[in-house]
């Protein structure tokens, strides 16, 4: 009865019930010896995509491996332990920072560099890592275990696959998190989003063929907050889910106002994409608006492509047999976008704009601006090209041949009614002329 209480059933290890009593007792020894110590919470990267795509028997048995893998690296006197789910913490006998900084290389290293062979799969995985030494980062076990959290998340923002000790600025961050977090959840309800539009510019006919809707939010007290501060973490709390059906419902509604010409985009996140309603939400939005479904376009990064193969083709074909159209946004930074050229035929491919800020000046950037251009041509798929911020930059896409640009050479995103005006007042072939 004692090992079921105290032993997680699949790796064999302590369990979160274990940890926390040694845990409590380690603390208690150090006020009576005054003997430093460590703990350090681990946690598997792309675990999830694991366990969705090849099923929880290899979860669980990837669990395990990496169980003996952290094994082999404790020294005598450690402690490990498997929390639930893919998150593990050691207990650490040193409070030498350098030794401690060391293991936690390790372990990244013994993780993710070297590929885990299962059920005749290669699976690649990686581990991050937060780190909290006792007395100075708390004196009792939960605080111990919550900055040691706290790290271990700002591990993951710094890209996850590597370690981070505490520090007391973690604090202030993760109250401002929590405070992002709560004002997010009533924004939708208490109208504090909004959407912009930025223009695309068609180079063959010089109109406004299309915009694209991008979020923002006017936070009551904070003033415009722009997604990059807010997005990942809608994502990580699912709230990008709830967002996500508000976008497409306004961006929808508020294009049935402009030209029966101009298409709007919306861009999907990875979890929207995994959402099974989203076909229904979109259905819904259009039936609502009465927008014609041929002017709603969905823009999908590789990040969406990356999870379940034949899962992503059915959902985007059923998708596409709505009469939507589908663009690869930010194409060329991924490693197997070519692959989804040859097995679903996108509408769009936006090629990303870390290779337009370098045109034509760059020769590497502007051959492979060129290569995907003629590659768009011979799949007959529309290229749009993004971030093309100055005249030389659009002129050389137009010369190229492309089918449209975007930036702020075009326009800056635009307020709802902004937009209204400026395409109102656009003159077509004014930006082919100016290229020219």
């Known amino acids: 009865m004692r090992a079921l209480a105290f032993n997680d059933a699949l790796t064999g290890l302590p369990n979160r019930a274990s940890f926390m009593d040694l845990l409590t007792r380690r603390v208690i ?6 003997t430093a110590f460590a703990v350090m919470m681990i946690d598997l990267d792309r675990f999830k995509h694991v366990n969705d795509t090849s099923g929880h028997a290899v979860g669980d048995l990837l669990l395990c491996k990496v169980a003996e893998r952290l094994r082999a690296e404790i020294r005598e006197g450690d402690v490990i332990a498997r929390l639930g789910g893919d998150e593990f913490a050691i207990l650490l006998a040193t409070s030498v920072t350098e030794e401690a900084d060391l293991l936690a290389r390790r372990i990244v290293e013994r993780v993710g560099d070297q590929p885990f062979l299962l059920d005749n799969q290669i699976i690649y995985i990686g581990a991050s890592i ?6 100075t980062d708390g004196t009792d076990p939960t605080g111990l275990l919550r900055n040691a959290d706290l790290a271990l998340y ?13 520090d007391a600025a973690l604090n202030a961050a993760s109250v401002e998190r929590r405070l992002l977090e709560e004002g997010l959840r009533h924004a939708i309800e208490n109208d504090e989003l909004e959407l912009y539009y930025q223009p695309l510019l068609d180079t063959r006919s010089g109109r406004i063929g299309s915009a694209e809707a991008l979020l923002r939010w006017n936070h009551p ?12 973490l809608a ?7 709830d967002l996500g059906r508000w976008v497409i419902r306004t961006a929808c509604q508020e294009a049935t106002s402009w030209p029966d010409n101009i298409s709007v985009a919306v861009n999907l996140s990875p979890v929207q994409f995994s959402d099974p309603g989203l076909a229904a939400t ?8 009465g927008l014609r479904s041929s002017r709603l376009e969905l823009e999908i990064t590789e990040g969406v492509l990356l999870s379940d193969e034949e899962q992503t083709i059915a959902t985007l074909t059923a998708l596409k047999t709505q009469g939507l159209l589908i663009s690869m946004d930010d194409f060329g930074t991924g490693y197997s976008s070519l692959s989804y050229l040859s097995r679903f035929p996108f509408d769009k491919i936006k090629i990303d704009q870390s290779f337009v800020r370098q045109i034509p000046g760059n020769k590497q950037c502007t051959a492979i601006v060129h290569a995907i251009i003629t590659m768009g041509k011979c799949l007959d798929m529309a290229i749009t090209v993004e971030g093309v911020e100055t005249e ?28 209204a005006a400026f395409i109102a007042e656009w003159t077509p072939y004014c930006r082919l002329r100016t290229a020219a």
């Open 29 to 34: 020894s150090r006020r009576s010896d005054d």
């Open 235 to 241: 994502e990580d709390t699912g709230l990008i889910l």
């Open 130 to 135: 937060g780190i909290a030494f006792s007395p």
């Open 282 to 289: 979109i259905e819904a939005a259009l039936k609502s608006s």
């Open 221 to 232: 007290e904070r003033g415009l907050i722009p997604p990059a501060d807010f997005i990942s």
């Open 154 to 166: 700002a591990a993951k923002l710094d890209g996850k696959g590597r370690h981070r000790r505490y």
């Open 392 to 419: 030389e930059q659009h002129a050389f896409a137009v010369a190229q041949g492309c089918d449209a640009v975007q930036g702020y050479n075009v326009s800056k995103p635009l307020q709802r009614t902004d937009f």
